[in-house]
């Protein structure tokens, strides 16, 4: 039996237009920022911002665990705050990450051995998919504010554990690197 392909709204047209757009512009300005340092003598430790990722990736890797509770729960309403209250804290991110690399040299992993493989490893792989979650990321939330509930949960099967990988990978990269800013 062949259904139909849902039909694209123009209000769906708008936000996937609005998705890709803030997407490409985020991964464009990380990727341009990253290699711009602006040599600026700050009477403060640039890597202070290295420090406040952290943390708000690890209350990130709280609130998606909460999130999966309370959505398993039927707790709906705790769901939306704490996602949306997730989605919140990864701007604040995202603009504490530019801080960071305008502000901070880059700092080189000093590990050897295995510890250099694992360390390569993780951030790779947190790089590539923080890169390439954020649209995703973003559909979904859309599809539940949206409240197309059974496409938001689709989507999110997949999305969340990525989502949830990034949080907590960003933490195990900046524990793994913190020893070695100077």
């Known amino acids: ?51 406040i990722n952290a943390i708000i990736n690890g209350i990130v890797s709280i609130l998606l665990v909460l999130g999966l509770i309370f959505i398993k729960g039927k707790k709906y309403l705790f769901h939306k705050k704490v996602m949306n ?3 919140v804290l990864s701007v604040l991110f995202l603009l504490s990450y530019i801080a960071h690399h305008l502000l901070a040299e880059s700092t080189p992993f000093m590990g050897e051995g295995t510890i250099k493989t694992i360390y390569y490893f993780i951030l790779v792989s947190h790089i590539i998919l923080a890169g390439l979650s954020l649209p995703f990321i973003l559909f979904t939330a859309y599809r539940a504010s949206i409240a197309e509930f059974g496409r938001h949960k689709k989507l999110a099967r997949y999305v969340y554990p990525v989502w949830l990988y990034v949080a907590v990978t960003g933490v195990v990269v900046y524990i793994l690197i913190s020893p070695y800013y100077l």
């Open 1 to 51: 039996m062949n259904l139909p392909a849902p039909s694209i709204s123009k209000n769906d047209r708008k936000a996937n237009i609005f998705i890709i757009s803030v997407s490409a512009i985020v991964f464009l300005a990380v990727v341009f920022l990253h290699e711009l340092n602006l040599k600026i003598e700050v009477s403060f430790d640039p890597h202070i911002f290295a420090k």
């Open 85 to 87: 209250l997730s989605i």
